[in-house]
């Protein structure tokens, strides 16, 4: 089996450098151009199922690959949001810092633990995430080529948990927005066979 995380396009809340998790912003003109030059990027690919977040951003990704297989599988689900930063949702790194230095910094040393102000935790986050895997491993045959458009955060869970097996990659990776990863399920585990870019 063969999945492809991608990350929404740009929002004018990545332009600001925003804390964005649950807050529904939707893609801005550069965010619709990348992910229509990723869709065509991708048209030519054996895509057999679609699953998106259902944040509004994701869900405009989304729609831009499913123009070019409308007989996909697709499904829209809360499972694939970002992380719920809570009271930080829509703060730059210097406004959170103001408010909160030493909740961010205990939240960057251990998120399993430590979720931001009133948000999530990444143990909760990755009990989703799993829960996600595991269904479209049980739903899929093994010969299936799978998109998944999610979020940065969920990106880096992907990363370090399906690709490089070490929570200490998570921050680590570049993800830019409109862009991802082609992965594939060995014997070994999940192994890295491509990244993606929107060509923006």
Same mark, same amino acid.
């Given at each position: 089996?063969?999945?492809?995380?991608?990350?929404?396009?740009?929002?004018?809340?990545?332009?600001?450098?925003?804390?964005?998790?649950?807050?529904?912003?939707?893609?801005?003109?550069?965010?619709?151009?990348?992910?229509?030059?990723?869709?065509?990027?991708?048209?030519?690919?054996?895509?057999?199922?679609?699953?998106?977040?259902?944040?509004?951003?994701?869900?405009?990704?989304?729609?831009?690959?499913?123009?070019?297989?409308?007989?996909?599988?697709?499904?829209?689900?809360?499972?694939?949001?970002?992380?719920?930063?809570?009271?930080?949702?829509?703060?730059?790194?210097?406004?959170?810092? #103001?408010?909160?230095?030493?909740?961010?910094?205990?939240?960057?040393?251990?998120?399993?633990?430590?979720?931001? #102000?009133?948000?999530?935790?990444?143990?909760?986050?990755?009990?989703?995430?799993?829960?996600?895997?595991?269904?479209?491993?049980?739903?899929?045959?093994?010969?299936?080529?799978?998109?998944?458009?999610?979020?940065?955060?969920?990106?880096?869970?992907?990363? #370090?948990?399906?690709?490089?097996?070490?929570?200490?990659?998570?921050?680590?990776?570049?993800?830019?927005?409109?862009?991802?990863?082609?992965? +594939?399920?060995?014997?070994?585990?999940?192994?890295?066979?491509?990244?993606?870019?929107?060509? +923006?």
């Amino acid at each position: 089996m063969r999945l492809i995380w991608l990350r929404h396009g740009e929002t004018d809340g990545n332009v600001r450098r925003l804390y964005i998790g649950h807050r529904d912003l939707p893609l801005n003109a550069s965010g619709q151009k990348q992910t229509e030059q990723l869709a065509k990027r991708l048209s030519r690919e054996p895509i057999t199922a679609i699953y998106t977040s259902d944040l509004i951003r994701a869900k405009q990704s989304a729609q831009k690959l499913l123009a070019y297989f409308p007989h996909a599988r697709y499904q829209v689900t809360p499972l694939l949001r970002e992380c719920d930063f809570g009271e930080w949702d829509g703060l730059t790194y210097d406004e959170i810092c #103001a408010r909160d230095r030493e909740g961010f910094e205990r939240w960057f040393q251990d998120p399993f633990h430590h979720p931001p #102000a009133k948000g999530e935790t990444m143990t909760k986050m990755d009990r989703r995430l799993h829960q996600l895997v595991e269904r479209i491993e049980r739903d899929h045959q093994e010969d299936e080529l799978i998109a998944i458009v999610t979020h940065g955060g969920p990106m880096r869970w992907a990363w #370090a948990k399906l690709i490089k097996r070490d929570w200490q990659a998570m921050w680590n990776v570049r993800i830019p927005t409109g862009g991802g990863w082609m992965i +594939e399920k060995k014997k070994s585990g999940w192994q890295l066979l491509q990244t993606i870019e929107s060509g +923006e």
